[in-house]
T-cell receptor, first 113, second 112 residues
Framework: IAGITQAPTSQILAAGRRMTLRCTQD?????MYWYRQDLGLGLRLIHYSNTAGTTGKGEVPDGYSVSRANTDDFPLTLASAVPSQTSVYFCASSREPWGYGYTFGSGTRLTVV | GESVGLHLPTLSVQEGDNSIINCAYS??????FIWYKQESGKGPQFIIDIRSNMDKRQGQRVTVLLNKTVKHLSLQIAATQPGDSAVYFC???????????FGAGTILRVKS
């Protein structure tokens, strides 16, 4: 079934540890995105990639990094996790980078303690 | 910065009634709007979209209305069903912008 796969589904992480959230899509979409979702704040863009080999900063990029070595994969790395990064993280993709019909993954629930 | 917002954080409706979820946006340059549905424990799912050159678009049991004069968007769900219970988000995108801006969401609860 075509779509986006995120891993892990959930994780409890000690503060200061490094963590990579994985995202893979099989729809050959050009653009991919990482959002975090916090109660009352909706979905906020962390980083995006319009096409393989390029990335950009979103609304809340601090403490996060991404890479886009190929079309399918878009991992999000927390270099040194802090409790404020406790959130639900969603990866999304779209055929073209102007937002038509994003497809979202099922999310990763991350708790930093 | 520019943002979208929702008037009602929670909406409770009786099964079979029609639901109306509202959204206000502030970026007058936005030209594309999407409604998403998010069920508990899942990612947002596309419901319906509308471009700024339209004021109404219909789907299966859903209708989106766009009023550019007052920068207001609404989602109408006909004959609301228990499976419609979810959080609904509106999102906007400026022409050739590279990201969507989401509102905080409205919880829709359907009473049987």
């Amino acid at each position: 079934i075509a779509g986006i796969t995120q891993a892990p589904t959930s994780q409890i992480l000690a503060a200061g540890r490094r963590m990579t959230l994985r995202c893979t899509q099989d729809m050959r979409h050009n653009a991919m995105y990482w959002y975090r979702q916090d109660l009352g704040l909706g979905l906020r863009l962390i980083h995006y990639s319009n096409t393989a080999g390029t990335t950009g900063k979103g609304e809340v990029p601090d403490g996060y990094s991404v890479s886009r070595a190929n079309t399918d994969d878009f991992p999000l790395t927390l270099a040194s996790a802090v409790p404020s990064q406790t959130s639900v993280y969603f990866c999304a993709s779209s055929r073209e980078p102007w937002g038509y019909g994003y497809t979202f993954g099922s999310g990763t629930r991350l708790t930093v303690v | 910065g520019e943002s979208v917002g929702l008037h009602l954080p929670t909406l409770s409706v009786q099964e079979g009634d029609n639901s109306i979820i509202n959204c206000a946006y502030s970026n007058s340059a936005s030209d594309y709007f999407i409604w998403y549905k998010q069920e508990s424990g899942k990612g947002p799912q596309f419901i319906i979209d509308i471009r700024s050159n339209m004021d109404k678009r219909q789907g299966q049991r859903v209708t989106v209305l766009l009023n550019k004069t007052v920068k207001h968007l609404s989602l109408q769900i006909a004959a609301t069903q228990p499976g419609d219970s979810a959080v609904y988000f509106c999102a906007e995108n400026e022409e050739y912008g590279n990201k969507l801006v989401f509102g905080a969401g409205t919880i829709l609860r359907v009473k049987s």
